[in-house]
C-alpha cells in the first residue's frame, strides 16, 4: 500500500484476485477525505428516495473510499492517483460520483499545507479554474451521473445560489472560470485538455470498438500532466473483451503483487460475493447462500430492496451470468475457459501435501525474454495444483 495509508498488511492479505473487499485496511495518517465529506454533507442536499430533501450524507463505505483517495503522503502529495469504484448494481455509483465532481468544482480539494488547529490537520484549500469531466464513450453512459449532477445544483436552488452557478443541460461553469462538462468524445479529440477531475463512467462498456482503452490512456496522460485526479466507476465485465475496467484492474493486482515502479497507486473499491456463491438460499456445506452473500455486496447500501434483486435473479428469463456479473459484482469466466475464476479459488488447498510417492505431472513455462519462469505439478489422484519452482528474472 503507498505511504500514508494505513498500516502495511499486505502479506497478511489473499491474492489480489481473491479479495472480497478490496479497499485498504485502516485509515491513512493525512487525508483531505475528511473535508470532502464535511463539504457534501454541509452544500448538497438528496435530490431523490426515501431521504429526499434532507442533507446528502455519504455512507461509512463512501467516508472510507475519500479518506483514501484524497490520502496524502508527508510532503503533502496525494498517495493514489486514481480510484475505481467497482460495485453491484444500485449501489449509489452515480450520486456519490456527481457529489465529487461537484467538490472538486466547488469545495475545498487541494492541500494548502499541514496544521494541527486546522480541521482533520489539513489546511485545504479549492482549485483555481478548475475543469472537471464527466466522460464515457457514448451519452447515455453518462447520463446517470449528469441527471445526478443537475439534480443537486439545480438553477435557483442552494448550491446554485451559494457559488453564483449557471448550471447548463451539459455544464456547469463558475464566476472564477471553472467548469463541469459532460463529454462523449474521441481520443484525438481530447487531447491536451487540462483537466483537475475526470470521472469515467461504466468502464466495463469502454471497448476497443468504441476507442475506449485509448481514450483512458489519454484522460490518465492528460490529468498527469496537470496533477489532475481519475475516479472510474463500474460493474463487473465479461472477461476477454478487453475492456478500460478490465485493465484497470489488472494494473491493481500487479501493484498489489508489487509488479510496479510508480509510488502513487490505484485505489481500487469493490466489495464482491465469496466464490463459493450460489443462487439460492439452499446452500450446501461449504457453500453461501444467494441472501447472505447480497447482504456482504450491498452492507453499505440500505436503500437496496434485496427481495426485490432476489426475485430478479431466480426470473427464469434472467441470465444465471448477468446475476453474478451485476449483483455478486463477480465478472464472469469466458466461454471458451478451462475453468472459472471461482472453481479454480475452491481447489485451493495449502495445507495438502504432496507425498514423495504420489504420481504427478509437471507443467514447464519456460523464459525466452524478460518474464518469469515456473514449473508446476498436478497430482494424478485428485488434481491438485502445486508450485515446485518460480524464478523471477533479474531486473
Request: charged share 25%; glycine share 10%; proline share 7%.
Amino acid at each position: 500500500m503507498g505511504e500514508g495509508s494505513g498500516r502495511e498488511v499486505t502479506d497478511l492479505l489473499p491474492a489480489p484476485r481473491e479479495r472480497t473487499d478490496t479497499l485498504p485496511q485502516g485509515l491513512p495518517e493525512r487525508t483531505l477525505g475528511y473535508h470532502a465529506a464535511a463539504w457534501m454533507m454541509d452544500n448538497l442536499i438528496q435530490p431523490n428516495g426515501p431521504r429526499a430533501g434532507q442533507p446528502f450524507i455519504p455512507t461509512d463505505r463512501q467516508i472510507t473510499f475519500l479518506a483514501h483517495f484524497y490520502a496524502l503522503n508527508h510532503k503533502g502529495n496525494f498517495v493514489y492517483r486514481q480510484g475505481i469504484r467497482r460495485l453491484a448494481k444500485g449501489s449509489g455509483k452515480s450520486p456519490f460520483a456527481a457529489a465529487m465532481c461537484l467538490f472538486e468544482l466547488l469545495g475545498p480539494c487541494r492541500y494548502d499545507g499541514f496544521d494541527r488547529h486546522e480541521p482533520f490537520g489539513v489546511r485545504a484549500k479549492p482549485m483555481s479554474m478548475p475543469l472537471v469531466q464527466v466522460v464515457a464513450v457514448s451519452e447515455s453512459q453518462t447520463a446517470n451521473t449528469m441527471r445526478m449532477v443537475r439534480a443537486f445544483c439545480q438553477k435557483k436552488g442552494p448550491l446554485a445560489r451559494k457559488y453564483d452557478l449557471d448550471p447548463g443541460k451539459t455544464f456547469i461553469e463558475t464566476p472564477g472560470g471553472g467548469k463541469l462538462m459532460q463529454m462523449t468524445s474521441s481520443a484525438t479529440s481530447m487531447e491536451g485538455g487540462e483537466v483537475s477531475f475526470v470521472v469515467g463512467d461504466e468502464l466495463e462498456h469502454w471497448l476497443p470498438a468504441q476507442g475506449g482503452p485509448a481514450m483512458l490512456e489519454t484522460i490518465q496522460q492528460n490529468a498527469a500532466k496537470m496533477g489532475g485526479r481519475f475516479m472510474g466507476t463500474c460493474n463487473a465485465w465479461i472477461p476477454g473483451e478487453q475492456s478500460s475496467g478490465e485493465a484497470i484492474f489488472e494494473a491493481w493486482c500487479d501493484q498489489e503483487d508489487g509488479l510496479t515502479r510508480g509510488k502513487t497507486k490505484v485505489l481500487y473499491d469493490a466489495r464482491i460475493a465469496p466464490p463459493n456463491t450460489v443462487l439460492t438460499d439452499e446452500p450446501e456445506e461449504g457453500q453461501v447462500g444467494l441472501t447472505e452473500a447480497l447482504e456482504y455486496v450491498y452492507e453499505d447500501c440500505p436503500w437496496v430492496n434485496l427481495e426485490s434483486i432476489k426475485e430478479q435473479i431466480w426470473s427464469p428469463e434472467y441470465p444465471e451470468s448477468r446475476s453474478i456479473r451485476f449483483f455478486l459484482n463477480r465478472p464472469n469466466a469466458a466461454e471458451a475457459s478451462w475453468i472459472t475464476l471461482e472453481e479454480w479459488t475452491q481447489l485451493r488447498k495449502p495445507d495438502r501435501k504432496v507425498e514423495p510417492s504420489e504420481k504427478i505431472v509437471m507443467f514447464f513455462d519456460g523464459s525466452k525474454s524478460n518474464d518469469h519462469t515456473a514449473l508446476v505439478g498436478c497430482c494424478m489422484e485428485d488434481g491438485h495444483v502445486f508450485k515446485i519452482g518460480h524464478w523471477r528474472p533479474e531486473k
